[in-house]
């Protein structure tokens, strides 16, 4: 969407605007949208009114027509009455953030914004955006909680802070924006960007995949057994499903998984963001293929394991190095 | 902003109705091909909208431009003039539809709108548009809510009612402006020349059927409230307007003298009987500069000015309602200088060769003496059988020659030229004055109204050095001067329904709708300066200056700025928790008798620790007892009764602390 056309976001704010910058936060997680965090200013078409409203009332004193004055004046209550409703759409909202999944590093993070709008009032058209974009348009019906959500291209790995947002209504009229500047100290983790594995960096004990022992393996299909909670989806018989109403997940035989660790010291790489970047890579691979791994690190080791919880734990710990 | 997005169809259709909605009053004065025009390219959108079909290219506006052009150039003559002007905001208005890609079009279009609903001013200022002009108000406020409402998730309803709110909202501070905000008589600069459509009423010309054909209106020509109760009887209700000099064998048209030229007027002494009248007139707008007053005017603002032929003459022309007051007393005029004299006894020559001939054997018979000759005319139309008609038959060529011998059937203007005319072929200098003669009292607000109906030509001849009126129809049908148009003979089916109808309701109704739109004309359209100043004093304020006025403004709206804020944004603040909320109200109640909640006191210990209090009174503590029990059913027991809410409620906001006695 075309970015607001608004005074404040095409000024460079001077050193005077700084009461807003205390104004704004950040605040740990909630914020009511109280009569100081809530500004209110005219639109074009707001100011584009006003000039109508001047020509009207040089005509009308022209031409003296008593229901010319009737019209400017008229016009001129309604456009205050605008005001105070616009202003009322969006002052008294609750702002709640809510976590935000992690992602990997060239991928967008979203921010989810929970409004909570806890008077007898709809508020419409509510829009989230920051860094003078818009991202999301929200209706809050009274009573109601809404989500809104802005993004942020990721272009590094690490702790992203949101920092501050806009959230702006000009409903109704479209004659004034009222809109408010928080931070919710929101924050999501960066992954870093998994690049190709080649064989040639792995080194080491990595395989231990010559085992013929019978045992819970990925290669040979041997029987159906029941359903447990947790097991892979793309293990599940659909058919035997679809014939039975039960979930049955395949069990196979074959070679039993692989095991090995993820190390630091094995990887030829140039820097330490290639050297992350292929450990995650390698994370994200062994995740996909059910091996078990382990991750070391000069800093920290995190045990072999398998599992959705262990193959973040990784990953934060590669984003977080 | 979403100025960028495109509106949907539902909003190009409210911006079609809107637009139309504003012109529609314009259309009774516009030619038929404008509106049809309008009416053509409003059809044309309509059908884009509902298809979903694309716009026609600009190309195809601008021919369109340029054959509205063409028809305004057909219809009006001319391009500059105000009506043409209005004309062409329309249609460009109709025109911006075809071009609306963006939501900043949509709010172009509104805009220009409004400019429509201005122009209709120009040719109405009745209640019944100004209401009119609120409900618009209403509409454009729902289309710009529309605009906005960027999920468009609100419904139409919806919007009208938030819009309505809006409107009431938006009265008062309204009213608060329009009487507070100075007054400067205009114009800041100057009207077109057309600035106003042909109005009804008299014209600067009188001809066969000039004045017959005002009889059937019933519109109001002027109000007027006397002082003092002193009211003319009817046969003195002349109300003077202009005099008409020249005459080409059909028609008499003004010659008037030069604006530096004074009427000489002797003015008889107030005191002597009821000769002096001193009222105020409300005038509707003619369009053109002269006044109406009864004879002669003596006491009268400094921004008119009487005229050599005894007429009172306003700066500009009349295009807006105005009230003036006059004192008029009965005088002797002898504005006439001996170079004037010969204006006021010229004919057309070659022409009416029988009247010539009448006009002789009636002097013969009158001894050459002026007031005999004068008896002579009007024995004339009294005996020789002539009918006061509003159906004369037609006129040819020698138009005196066949009305004074053949036909004998005229109204008021076939009378007073005749007369006239054979005034001059004697040669007694005579001219032809119109205006109005006669009145009605409105009995609910005593005031005079005067309509179109009355208006009216009589004559004026040099007689004795002085200025003399005589109105031959006070001869020939004198039931009409005495009673006025309605019981004059005429045919009734000619006649306005409203003054001939029996019904006494429909008459008491039409005066009491009168007195509505006296009061109407007067202190809303007619609310000039003077007008302004007259409702200070009333309120108390002796001097309104400009400065009074804008401190009283600036006040005023800051107090009620915030008073409508407040109004607006506390009555929406309740949690939509009702429960929580009447029982945080009931713990204020005890709070201010003194029994303070503890800041994590449950509503149990709280309600036991109250009740404890021996002191209470029976009734209190049965009312507490209901009311902690329903709050604990329905906050924690989630318990959905309407019936107990209602019954909770209720207590809580009656619920008074009682101690015993």
Request: proline share 4%; glycine share 6%; hydrophobic share 40%.
């Amino acid at each position: 969407m075309a970015s607001p056309q608004t005074f404040l976001s095409r000024l460079t704010l001077p050193k005077a605007f700084n009461f807003i910058d205390k104004r704004s936060g950040p605040f740990d997680g909630e914020v009511s949208l109280t009569r100081d965090r809530v500004y209110i200013l005219p639109t074009r078409m707001g100011l584009l009114f006003g000039v109508l409203l001047l020509t009207l009332l040089i005509g009308s004193i022209n031409y003296e027509k008593s229901l010319g004055f009737m019209l400017t004046f008229l016009l001129a209550a309604i456009g205050n009455f605008a005001l105070l409703a616009t202003w009322q759409n969006i002052a008294g909202l609750t702002l709640r953030a809510q976590p935000s999944p992690a992602v990997f590093c060239g991928e967008d993070i979203r921010f989810t914004v929970q409004l909570i709008n806890d008077r007898q009032v709809d508020r419409h058209s509510l829009v989230i955006g920051q860094d003078g974009a818009d991202h999301d348009v929200v209706d809050c019906a009274a009573g109601q909680v809404s989500q809104a959500v802005f993004r942020v291209r990721s272009t590094q790995r690490g702790r992203h802070q949101a920092g501050r947002f806009r959230l702006y209504t000009q409903y109704p009229t479209g004659l004034f924006t009222a809109w408010t500047w928080v931070d919710l100290s929101m924050h999501a983790l960066v992954y870093p960007a998994p690049s190709e594995v080649k064989d040639a960096e792995l080194s080491g004990d990595e395989r231990s995949g010559e085992d013929d022992r019978q045992g819970p393996g990925q290669e040979n299909y041997s029987h159906l057994r029941k359903y447990h909670f947790g097991d892979k989806p793309n293990l599940i018989s659909w058919k035997a499903a679809a014939r039975t109403d039960q979930l049955f997940t395949k069990s196979f035989t074959g070679t039993s998984p692989q095991r090995y660790w993820i190390d630091w010291d094995d990887i030829r790489a140039d820097s330490t963001e290639h050297r992350l970047s292929t450990m995650a890579g390698m994370v994200l691979q062994a995740h996909e293929h059910n091996h078990l791994f382990g991750l070391r690190l000069p800093t920290q080791r995190i045990d072999i394991d398998s599992g959705r919880a262990h193959y973040h734990r990784c990953l934060s710990a590669l984003a977080l190095y | 902003m979403n100025t960028a997005s495109m509106p949907t169809a539902d909003n190009r259709l409210a911006l079609l109705a809107f637009v139309n909605l504003t012109a529609l009053p314009l259309y009774a004065g516009m030619p038929a091909a404008i509106i049809l025009l309008i009416l053509v390219l409003s059809a044309w959108q309509l059908l884009l909208i509902k298809t979903g079909r694309a716009n026609p290219p600009k190309y195809i506006l601008m021919l369109c431009v340029v054959a509205a052009c063409a028809i305004l150039f057909y219809s009006f003559r001319h391009l500059l003039g105000q009506q043409p002007g209005i004309a062409l905001v329309i249609i460009m208005c109709v025109l911006k539809l075809f071009e609306i890609n963006t939501n900043r079009d949509a709010y172009i279009v509104v805009y220009s709108a409004c400019f429509v609903i201005a122009s209709n001013f120009f040719y109405d200022q009745s209640v019944w548009l100004a209401i009119y002009v609120c409900a618009l108000i209403v509409v454009m406020y729902s289309i710009l809510v529309s605009l906005s409402d960027r999920l468009h998730t609100t419904r139409m309803t919806q919007r009208l009612r938030q819009s309505a709110v809006a409107l009431i909202y938006s009265l008062p501070l309204m009213l608060i402006l329009f009487v507070l905000f100075p007054r400067i008589p205009g114009p800041l600069w100057g009207l077109p020349e057309d600035a106003y459509r042909n109005q009804t009423g008299l014209s600067e010309e009188m001809s066969p059927g000039s004045i017959n054909q005002l009889v059937s209106s019933s519109a109001i020509a002027f109000r007027v409230k006397f002082d003092d109760d002193r009211i003319p009887p009817h046969h003195e209700r002349y109300w003077r307007g202009i005099v008409l000099t020249q005459y080409d064998g059909r028609t008499w048209r003004k010659d008037d003298a030069p604006e530096s030229a004074l009427a000489n007027i002797e003015y008889s002494d107030p005191g002597s009987a009821a000769s002096s009248y001193s009222y105020e007139v409300t005038l509707e707008p003619t369009n053109l500069d002269w006044l109406l007053a009864l004879e002669y005017p003596h006491t009268f603002a400094g921004r008119y000015r009487l005229s050599r032929e005894a007429t009172l003459y306003s700066e500009d022309k009349i295009n807006n309602i105005i009230s003036y007051r006059i004192e008029s007393r009965a005088g002797i005029n002898r504005s006439l200088f001996a170079q004037e004299d010969l204006k006021y006894r010229l004919l057309p020559v070659g022409r009416n060769p029988g009247t010539a001939d009448l006009a002789s054997i009636l002097m013969e018979e009158a001894d050459y003496d002026a007031r005999a000759y004068i008896t002579a005319v009007l024995n004339y139309f009294s005996e020789q059988g002539f009918i006061y008609t509003l159906s004369p038959d037609l006129l040819g060529e020698d138009a005196m020659d066949d009305f004074l011998l053949q036909t004998r059937r005229g109204f008021c203007e076939h009378y007073a030229s005749a007369f006239t005319y054979l005034m001059r072929l004697a040669g007694i200098p005579a001219r032809v004055v119109i205006g109005y003669q006669g009145g009605v009292m409105n009995p609910l607000d005593d005031y005079m109204i005067v309509r179109q109906s009355d208006a009216h030509a009589w004559s004026e001849v040099w007689l004795d050095g002085r200025w003399r009126r005589i109105d031959p129809t006070a001869t020939i049908a004198p039931d009409r001067i005495e009673q006025g148009i309605t019981s004059a003979g005429l045919e009734l089916n000619r006649l306005p329904a409203l003054l001939v109808t029996e019904f006494g309701l429909l008459k008491d109704m039409a005066f009491l709708y009168d007195s509505f739109q006296n009061r109407w004309n007067q202190w809303v359209i007619g609310f000039d300066q003077e007008r302004q100043k007259r409702l200070m004093q009333l309120l108390g304020f002796e001097q309104a200056g400009a400065s009074l006025l804008v401190t009283l403004l600036t006040i005023l709206l800051t107090v009620f700025s915030l008073l409508m804020a407040w109004l607006v944004l506390k009555g929406r603040n309740r949690s939509t928790d009702t429960i929580q909320y009447h029982y945080e109200l009931l713990c204020s109640k005890l709070e201010r008798k003194g029994f303070h909640r503890a800041v994590n006191e449950g509503p149990r210990d709280f309600e036991s620790r109250i009740l404890d209090n021996k002191d209470l009174s029976g009734h209190s503590r049965a009312e507490l007892a209901f009311i902690f029990q329903a709050y604990r059913k329905m906050h924690y027991g989630n318990v959905r009764s309407a019936k107990l809410l209602a019954e909770y409620v209720k207590k809580v906001r009656r619920f008074r602390l009682r101690l015993q006695a």
